[in-house]
C-alpha cells in the first residue's frame, strides 16, 4: 500500500469515526433509553434496550418491572466499557471496506 493510499484511507477514517465523547455523553445522559447504542449504529440491540426499558418503566407501578430496569441499568453499566471497542470495530471494518474499494 502506497503513502498516499493509506493517507486517504486514514484521512476518511478519521472524518467518518463517530465520536467517543458524543458517544459518552448520550450513554451518560440517555444511556438507559440506548441512544448511544443508536448513535453507534448498533440498532436492534438499540430497540431491545429501549423495548426493556419501556416495559420495566410501565411494569414497575405493579413491582414486576424492576427486573428488567435492572438488566437494563447492567446492560447500561457495561456499555461504559465497550463503547472505545465499538468505535475501533467500526473504523477497522471501515478501513478494510476502503482498502478493498480503492484501485
Given at each position: 500500500?502506497?503513502?498516499?493510499?493509506?493517507?486517504?484511507?486514514?484521512?476518511?477514517?478519521a472524518?467518518?469515526?463517530?465520536?467517543p465523547?458524543?458517544?459518552?455523553?448520550?450513554w451518560?445522559?440517555?444511556g438507559?433509553?440506548?441512544?448511544?447504542?443508536?448513535?453507534?449504529?448498533?440498532?436492534?440491540?438499540?430497540?431491545?434496550?429501549?423495548?426493556?426499558?419501556?416495559?420495566?418503566?410501565?411494569?414497575?407501578?405493579?413491582?414486576?418491572?424492576?427486573l428488567p430496569?435492572?438488566?437494563?441499568?447492567?446492560?447500561?453499566?457495561?456499555?461504559?466499557?465497550?463503547?472505545?471497542?465499538m468505535?475501533?470495530?467500526?473504523n477497522?471494518?471501515?478501513?478494510?471496506?476502503?482498502?478493498?474499494?480503492?484501485?
Open positions: 500500500m502506497t503513502d498516499t493510499r493509506a493517507l486517504y484511507i486514514e484521512q476518511r477514517v472524518n467518518e469515526a463517530s465520536s465523547f458524543v458517544a459518552y455523553l448520550l451518560f445522559f440517555l438507559m433509553l440506548g441512544a448511544h447504542r443508536f448513535y453507534l449504529g448498533r440498532w436492534s440491540s438499540a430497540l431491545l434496550m429501549l423495548i426493556l426499558f419501556g416495559i420495566g418503566s410501565a411494569l414497575s407501578v405493579i413491582l414486576v418491572g424492576y430496569l435492572a438488566v437494563v441499568g447492567l446492560w447500561w453499566l457495561i456499555d461504559a466499557f465497550l463503547i472505545p471497542g468505535i475501533e470495530r467500526d477497522d471494518d471501515l478501513r478494510w471496506q476502503l482498502a478493498r474499494e480503492l484501485p
